[in-house]
């Protein structure tokens, strides 16, 4: 055999050999994505499709169109100019006698009312005294004087704005917007317009707790990455007692130590440096304090792991450079935790933004963040709709920080820093 | 600490002693609420402050005898145990194919299994309301399982995944080389090396969903309140010492997870160094 009859005998080898192992591959890459699909398919279940069902509530708009629908074909025709003509005030009538029959007034005038404060009188005096179907022409006369308000534009503007089957409605709403009568996008009224605030009250809290964990966490980190590992590993242990401790526990204990007969306030009144008890919880500073003390573990760890990531070499070259130990702090060491302090930084603040438990059992009414407003509205007053919108304002701004988080510790050690 | 090289001057020296003491005291901060609570516990008095009046344990007596924390304990262990049992399972199945799979999608789906840990609580507890309310799963145990499982298995697939990309995968091949089924290769090759792996994420998602309140606070109805949900209204209305005596118990669960993880990783380093 020459040897180039050998390469040729290898080269038609070589072809069928390379599309075994391709195949192998392959059934290799779809038996793990195969692996991968139950965890995929359950999460779909438990947790992608009911965040897309809230989403999808923020803009649903359907109640008014169900209850008034002679009504709303109507008023699709309507250029909302003029007040509408005959037809609309008989549609709504003949609604209205229909929904009083079926006992679904009530869902259209809790919808209209979110959009025009006493809707409801409006609908349900209507729907009271509305006797029978007016004769033919005579339909506006009789609403008219039923109510005078069926001679306002905005009654009308107001029916065809939540007409549906979809809305930007509770999603303005959620930014303190509305829609005027002529459709314009507009600052809303000053009694509905509470969320702007909510939401800067929610970003002063979660900001003034991931700097105080920062200035509270950053001489932890130093110190635990500085020391032997014996003994930082001793110490660690009170970084981690707290972080796997109940978050309950840990509230209810700030409650017993903060409240003005509790432990803090009788050991200052027993030294005699207070006569009165001091407001220590049920405001801003509880608040603070306590959601600082759950976060705090959350500053230290990532901080941690990039301090412990700093070669001590760089210190002393700088040294034998002669650098003064505070430039050499400032120049070499600091801007290498820089990671650490922007990832431990933003975790915080992530995890801050959310908050709920703390807030509502330490702090007072001034001191509600974002999430207990989408809490209310879902459980209490079951206004979905805007429970909704304010819930997907929450999670895009989440989801935006966590975009950039990823980003940061792309490459870093992800998940030796969360937790661990 | 001799060789700190950052102790040769004298400012060098104050600052590490600000550290020291700045330190301490963060430490005090972080303890010092726990530690507080705990001897509250047994006082026989019925005021939540110090001096003790007297010790006794009639506080444990109240929670033992008392069928609403009763109930709420055995619901947070059925709920525990049965989320990180199922999260145990899905988790480990896809941390295993994530560690094979390779496509430019691998990020975002790692991205969308981590999302539940990112997401704020109530904005999965309020889809979750009104996506199981209309299947009947408010108010049910397999709801409050299933959210709390959605929960935990972000938990699972970082500590498993962590565990095997420190895994030599030759091991595999060489079991297999030697006529070892995948089957038998896995039990006694693979499995044994990763069981630390595995035990630190279900005490993980045991953790996760033994902690969990905002979801239950949506979810459960008065038949499934957990010991959280319990301490969360016991809180609202008025701190009694029997919720002390509940959170010295939560504490306790806590420290002993928390003792069992560190077993696990001191187990793993030494694993680690002799085989270096």
Known sequence: MTAASLTGADAQAEVPLKRRLKRAE??????????????????????????????????????????????????????????PDEKAYAALASDILAGRASGTVAIAAKRLNYALNGFRTILTSTARNLK????????????????????????????????????????LAALDLTR???????????????????????????????????ILGFPVAYLLATLPPGRSNLLMIFVLLPFWTSLLVRTCAWIVLLQSNGVVNDSLHWLGIIDEPLRLIYNRFGVCVAMTHVLLPFMILPLYSSMKAISPAYMRAAASLGAPPVT????????????????????????????????????????????????????????????????????????????????????????????? | MSDNPSLRTPSQRIAWIATIVISTLVFIFLIAPILAIMPLSFSSGSYLTYPLP?????????????????????????????????????????????????????????????????????????????????????????????????LATPFVVITV?????????????????????????????????ILPGLASGALFAFATSFDEVVIVLFMAGPEQRTLPREMFSGIRENISPTITAAAVILTTVSVILLATLEGLRRRNERLKGSSA
């Open chain 1, 26 to 83: 392959r059934a290799r890459q779809i038996k793990a994505l195969a692996l991968v699909l139950p965890l995929l398919l359950f999460l779909l279940f438990t947790f992608a499709g009911p965040i897309a069902g809230m989403l999808w509530r923020s803009v649903d708009d359907r109640e008014v169109r169900q209850v008034l629908p002679q009504t709303v074909a109507v008023l699709a025709n309507w250029d909302g100019k003029d007040l």
């Open chain 2, 54 to 150: 007297g010790l006794s344990l009639r506080w444990y007596d109240d929670f033992i005898n008392s069928p609403r924390w009763m109930t709420s304990l055995k619901n947070s262990m059925i709920i525990g145990v049965a989320s990180t049992l199922l999260s145990m399972l899905l988790g480990t199945l896809a941390a295993l194919g994530l560690a094979q799979w390779k496509s430019r999608f691998k990020p975002l789906v790692l991205a969308f299994v981590l999302s539940p840990v990112v997401v704020p609580g109530v904005i999965t507890a309020v889809g979750l309301y009104f996506f199981f309310a209309p299947i009947g799963l408010t108010g049910s145990y397999l709801g409050l399982i299933l959210a709390h499982t959605a």
């Open chain 1, 180 to 214: 005027n009568v002529d459709g314009a996008i507009v600052a809303a009224s000053p009694d509905q317009a509470i969320y702007r605030s909510v939401f800067a009250r929610t970003f002063i809290i979660s900001l003034s707790v991931t700097a105080l964990c920062l």
């Open chain 2, 161 to 193: 995944g962590a565990t095997l990309q420190s895994f030599d995968t030759n091991l595999a091949r060489a079991a297999a080389s030697l006529g070892a089924s995948p089957l038998y290769a896995f039990r006694r090759v693979i499995l044994p090396l």
């Open chain 1, 132 to 171: 029978a179907v007016p004769e033919p022409g005579t339909a506006k006369e009789t609403l008219s004087k039923i109510n005078p308000a069926w001679r306002e534009r905005t009654t009308w503007t107001t029916i065809k704005d939540a007409s549906g089957p979809m809305t930007g409605f509770y999603l």
């Open chain 1, 328 to 420: 050499a702090f400032l120049r070499i060491y600091l801007p290498q935790t820089l990671p650490g302090i922007g990832a431990g930084s933003l975790l915080v603040f992530i995890l801050a933004l959310g908050y709920y438990i703390t807030p509502a059992l330490v702090g007072g009414a001034a001191d509600q963040m974002i999430s207990y407003f989408i809490a209310l509205y879902t459980t209490e007053t079951a206004n979905w709709g805007l429970a909704s919108a304010l819930g997907a304002v929450l999670l895009l701004v989440t989801l935006l920080l966590a975009l950039v988080y990823g980003k940061l510790v792309h490459g870093q050690q992800v998940t030796g820093g969360m937790k661990n």
